[in-house]
């Protein structure tokens, strides 16, 4: 078992293809950055000395047309400080929910070849990743 993920298993993606496509997502992202991002060799940022963040910026700018255009939106972005309830070593360095307006738009853009060419910024920028699906509720007061 993997102490830090990227991209999604096989068994986990397989769960994911099967829950209901016309519903709307929201999708919670946790990042941790590589001090240092890792490209391919011979990929046009290979060597160029960029930081994970950088990368993930440039990952956002080469994907972010084709999120809004399959009529993504950011409902929430902030900056990790602490774990209160959890392991005391876990770190990330950003958090965001995406929002699409059903599964199906996000298997669109993930199958669009564009995000398929910017996704190298992703995996180059992050040493470990979460992706969590959540049917979204609604807001109010209280916990329950």
Do not use: C
Request: aromatic share 14%; glycine share 12%.
């Amino acid at each position: 078992m993997s102490a830090t993920y990227i991209d999604p298993s096989r068994t986990n993606f397989e769960v994911f293809k099967n829950l209901p496509r016309d519903e709307p997502i929201h999708m919670l992202n946790l990042l941790q950055y590589r001090e240092e991002a890792e490209y391919p060799e011979g990929h046009e940022h290979h060597g160029n000395g960029w930081t994970g963040r950088r990368a993930y910026e440039e990952y956002g700018k080469t994907s972010g047309p084709i999120f809004r255009r399959v009529g993504g939106s950011i409902v929430w972005r902030g900056a990790f400080q602490t774990v209160v309830t959890g392991p005391e070593g876990m770190q990330w360095h950003d958090g965001f929910v995406a929002q699409y307006p059903n599964a199906g738009a996000f298997f669109e853009m993930i199958k669009d070849p564009d995000y398929q060419e910017a996704v190298v910024n992703r995996t180059a920028a992050l040493v470990d990743s979460r992706l969590v699906r959540f049917k979204p509720g609604a807001a109010g007061e209280g916990f329950g």
